[in-house]
């Protein structure tokens, strides 16, 4: 059974930085078409952070270009979010996806609050 499992979520400062990891189980990483990370702030809808095909391209919304990097520890079967230069609107709870063919794995979520 495919698990993913987040962690590195917290309470930072503006202009502060946090790096998720998102550690999966019951699949190599590299079986994955594409790791995601997602985002969702109350009241608001779902977010596509970043994302990273199978071969290693990355992709990012427009806006954290320039301030988040999405990359991968094959060894340790993990995907990271680096998250710099953070700004309050980037609170929310961010979550890993994948896809393995047609069927989407989520994680729980882990929560991240910028304070100004």
Known sequence: QVRLVESGGGLVQFGGSLRLSCTASGSSIFSFKVVAWYRQAPGK???LVASMTAGGSTDYANSVK???????????????????????????????????????????????????
């Open 45 to 47: 809808e779902r977010e």
């Open 66 to 116: 320039g301030r988040f990097t999405m990359s991968r520890d094959i060894g340790k079967n993990t995907v990271y979010l680096q998250m710099n230069d953070l700004k309050p609107e980037d609170t929310a709870v961010y979550s890993c996806n994948a896809f393995l063919g047609v069927v989407e794995y989520r994680g729980q979520g882990t929560q991240v609050t910028v304070s100004s």
